[in-house]
């Protein structure tokens, strides 16, 4: 988990912040442990999955395909949060905890934009950054690097709420058809 591959990044260094899922991996496994054999399952799935890739050698740096992982690994960090926020502890204590919170989050944003950003065929060069730290044209290329295809967007939410209106028209005609059925059936 926490290199993967040779020169690669593992999940931990890709994503500091997947460190304090672990944390509450017991709190989940407490709740529902229906939803913890899921989210273990889910997650070694994709790890088998991604870890029998035919795209997989050195120059790709395949640490990007784990960024999935870091939504999956999130929901067993929500219940180690509310068992930290449960406890009665000072207002200092608690601060603590919430900034080392935002800061491994964004740490971790950080380092997968810059590790895709680096990947193979994402050519991130350095010398175009403007020395300041966050100008809009630094932010503006970095992230037309990372996301090449954004412009794609606006096509495929149409796509998609093309899909969503008609799935939604075909179940309004269903539920019109069970509510004659109910009508009929009542009279």
Request: charged share 15%; no cysteine.
């Amino acid at each position: 988990m926490l290199f993967f591959g040779d020169n690669n990044q593992g999940l931990f260094l890709l994503a500091p912040i997947a460190i304090l899922s672990l944390f509450g991996l017991r709190s989940l496994w407490r709740y529902s442990r229906r939803s913890f054999l899921l989210l273990i399952g889910l997650f070694t799935i994709m790890l088998l999955v991604i870890s029998k890739s035919t795209t997989f050698n050195p120059l790709t740096n395949d640490g990007r395909y784990l960024t999935p992982f870091v939504g999956l690994w999130l929901v067993p960090m929500a219940f180690w949060i509310d068992t930290i926020a449960e406890k009665r502890q000072s207002e200092r204590s608690f601060s603590v905890k919430r900034i080392a919170l935002y800061g491994l989050l964004f740490l971790s944003i950080r380092n997968q934009l810059l590790h895709i950003a680096f990947s193979w065929n994402y050519d991130l060069d350095l010398s175009r950054l403007a020395r300041m730290a966050m100008p809009p044209q630094n932010v503006s290329y970095l992230l037309k690097t990372v996301f090449p295809s954004a412009g794609n967007l606006p096509m495929l939410w149409l796509i998609e709420l093309m899909i969503g209106s008609t799935l939604w028209v075909i179940w309004q005609w269903y539920r019109h058809q069970q509510n004659k059925k109910i009508i009929q059936a009542a009279m």
